[in-house]
């Protein structure tokens, strides 16, 4: 251990060699070159730094400083995961918030698990045709960028569950950051500058009132973002807790905005919302213990369903996107999505047949028509304007601490900056989660997701989700902690990412680097980051008849692997601004 507190991996720490000093021009020459050398060797080496007390990944580096303050202080995995969420509303508008929803699965160091759903929920006004225009056709963004996008927001009421169960430092202690971050300002990034930027349009153009997103010029990186309004709501949560935002000036503020826009959300809605404590569910892969998000997301069970489909095949020695490796998990994929479309829905409303979507005997049927020659075509449903990638706006983020009790939680506004409306006064986006019900059966929503019955629109009612915040055990130990934004595409993410480690050998930065691929059923495309496979890869596969296109950067995965020599390693994702710190 060093004297900041943080272990260096055995392979990842440096040695000074200690030499007396001679004076003379070869030995300056000598020494300039070695300590370039050196800073040049650390710096490589810094990637691979592991650690022990704890670590935090997240999309952004003011968030990630606020959640190991919080581990060095003595909090716990939660408070860090509380602190963080309330500086990623703060830091990173475009998903963290205080206006969306989420989910959470938890590992204590002792091995126990736990899940807390703060999806948002259909309005009471909501109704299962409120999309559709006269002659039954979907009105094209109303489920999007109007008032009435918004479900009744759930990540405070999680944040104050979370804590109550299982908190140990002070709650103010835990949105005091984020607080001062909205007050004193932070520095943006030059993702963030572009990003506000590029709304700027739909910013001016949906809302009334001062946004403290807007300014007369193009932002740009390094400005001060100074955010009053959030702030001061951020104070009647830390004052109130939950009564902070769901009761008082804030749902005042909430529900007048939404009067202004002839939206639905109403103080009985704030009044009403309370998250959920579920069952984690848990599955096997070659000795792994899984532990992942149940419904109202898709996302676990279809995470459980692709590791079965493809358990049985030898991928380590087919490798990293390989033909063979590529062509399997493209089958599985298309027909796990399938099931999605069909049985999945907030089960609180709709009876999700989980066993049978788990069945072994089920998932080998499944996979009985996989045929290795040619490409198994989905039905005939119009496709999808798939869009999922340009707007991966949800985010997740991985921390464990020095006890080894363990966090995965994703967090969402839906689309990026949600429905890009604030709530008047209260500094603070509304979600646009609606879109993720079904609208009406086979028409795609945002990322192209087409549903029924299981997720169709009723009040109260959670819509269907791809989240997938994951932490995976070995032999009975923590062994991953994983998740990522991307709409549709989080779940064969989150499938690659973990396969990159088991079967792949890659360590946490490389599987959260690797080029990834995606397929969902509808439309009948596999969709590859750029350079993914190999031309190779790419013609067998277009010979065996998939379509394979081109698309941009694919979810930002943030993870944490315990490593095999038992230190904290972490995957931030560089398609974002994610940063992992440890101690
Ligand atoms: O819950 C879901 O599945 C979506 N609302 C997630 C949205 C998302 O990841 C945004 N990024 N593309």
């Not at 950051?177 to 007050?183: E, K, V």
């Not at 979810?555 to 931030?572: F, H, P, Q, S, T």
Request: net charge positive; proline share 4%.
């Amino acid at each position: 251990m060093n004297k900041k507190g943080f272990h260096l991996a055995p392979a990842a720490s440096i040695r000074l060699n200690r030499r007396k000093c001679v004076c003379g021009i070869e030995t300056v020459i000598f020494l300039c070159v070695f300590l370039f050398s050196l800073s040049a060797n650390a710096q490589e080496r810094v990637k691979n730094v592991s650690f022990h007390d704890g670590m935090v990944v997240c999309a952004t580096p003011d968030a990630a400083k606020v959640g190991l303050d919080i581990l060095k202080k003595g909090g716990n995995a939660v408070d860090a995961a509380v602190a963080v969420q309330f500086a990623l509303a703060v830091t990173h508008p475009e998903a963290g918030n205080i206006g969306g929803g989420g989910f959470m699965v938890y590992r204590s160091a002792r091995g126990e698990s736990n899940t807390l759903d703060f999806r948002e929920k259909a309005p009471a006004g909501a109704s299962k045709n409120m999309y559709l225009d006269s002659a039954g056709n979907v009105i094209p963004d109303m489920s999007i960028a109007t008032h009435k996008a918004s479900g009744v927001p759930g990540s405070v009421d999680g944040m104050v569950e979370a804590y109550n169960k299982y908190g140990k430092l002070k709650w103010v202690e835990l949105v005091q950051p984020a607080i001062d971050l909205a007050h004193n300002g932070f520095k943006i990034t030059k993702r963030l500058a572009s990003d506000l930027n590029r709304n700027r349009a739909q910013f001016v153009k949906l809302n009334t009132g001062k946004s403290y997103l807007l300014k007369d010029s193009d932002w740009k990186e390094g400005d001060l973002l100074v955010q009053e309004d959030l702030a001061k709501t951020l104070i009647q949560i830390r004052d109130k807790k939950r009564e902070g935002f769901y009761a008082g000036t804030v749902a005042d503020l909430l529900v007048s905005e939404m009067k202004n826009g002839a939206g639905l959300i109403s103080k009985a809605d704030l009044e009403n919302y309370h998250s959920v404590w579920r069952k984690a569910i848990t599955g096997n892969y070659k000795g792994y213990k899984i532990i992942t998000m149940p419904p109202p997301s898709s996302g676990g069970i279809a995470l459980l369903q692709l590791l079965h489909a493809v358990e049985k095949y030898p991928l380590h020695r087919w490798g990293y996107n390989q033909d063979s490796t590529v062509q399997l998990m493209v089958e599985a994929e298309r027909r796990v999505y399938a099931d999605r479309s069909k049985y999945l829905g907030d089960p609180d409303f709709y009876k999700v047949p989980v066993d049978s979507l788990l069945n072994p005997v089920y998932l080998d049927a499944r996979m009985k028509s996989f045929n290795w020659n040619t490409a198994t075509p989905s039905t005939s449903i119009e496709p999808g304007n798939f869009a999922g990638y340009e707007s991966d706006q949800t985010t997740h983020y991985s921390i464990v601490d020095k006890e080894g009790n363990a966090v995965a939680i994703t967090t969402t506004l839906n689309d990026s900056f949600g429905s890009k409306i604030f709530v008047g006064g209260a500094g603070f986006l509304l979600n646009n989660e609606m879109d993720d019900f079904s609208a009406k059966p086979g028409v795609p929503n945002m990322f192209g997701l087409v549903g029924g019955k299981a997720n169709s629109i009723q009040p109260g009612k959670r819509m269907l989700s791809s989240m997938t915040p994951t932490i995976i055990e070995k032999k009975g130990k923590l062994f991953m902690v994983v998740g990522t934004p991307g709409g549709s595409t989080i779940i064969t993410s989150v499938f690659q990412t973990i396969l990159n480690v088991i079967e792949f050998d890659q360590d946490m930065q490389q599987a959260v680097d690797s080029k990834r691929f995606h397929h969902q059923w509808l439309p009948d495309v596999v969709y590859q980051e750029k350079d993914a496979f190999s031309s190779s890869t790419q013609t067998k596969l277009e010979q065996k008849g998939y379509k394979v296109v081109e698309h941009g950067p694919s979810g930002r995965v943030d993870a944490i692997l315990v490593n095999k020599a038992g230190y904290l390693e972490g995957g931030a994702d560089p398609r974002g601004d994610d940063t992992k710190l440890g101690w």
